[in-house]
């Protein structure tokens, strides 16, 4: 059975920083990701690693935000700088199987970004 495990969100001023952490357990990933979704907003993709280390960011993240992955701990991290108010969301971290290439969400963990 397929767990993610989110945690590191909170409140932070502009300008700041956060680290988000997913832990996976259950099975063999090979693609992970982290998306968000703001207030009255589509849940949209914030950045993804494949197992092999390609990063694929967001226009709005660039340059500010770092995936990574640690694949002997099936763990995804996120770490976020020069965050903005415009980055207030509910984060979720999203995984795909390698062999029975299924997807799976995490419960979300809120990040509020205050001007």
């Known amino acids: 059975q397929v767990q993610l495990v989110e945690s590191g969100g909170g409140l932070v001023q502009a300008g700041g920083s956060l680290r988000l952490s997913c832990a996976a357990s259950?099975?063999?990933?090979?693609?992970m990701a982290w998306h968000r979704q703001a207030p009255g907003k589509q849940r949209e993709l914030v950045a993804s690693v494949t197992t092999g280390g390609t990063t694929n960011y967001a226009d709005s993240v660039k340059g500010r935000f770092t995936i990574s992955r640690d694949n002997a701990k099936n763990t995804v991290y996120l770490q976020m700088n020069s965050l903005k108010p415009e980055d207030t969301a509910v984060y979720y971290c999203?995984?795909?199987?390698?062999?029975?290439?299924?997807?799976?969400w995490g419960q979300g963990t809120q990040v509020t970004v205050s001007s």
């Open positions: 259950g099975s063999i990933f090979s693609f």
């Open positions: 999203f995984v795909t199987t390698r062999i029975t290439i299924r997807n799976y």
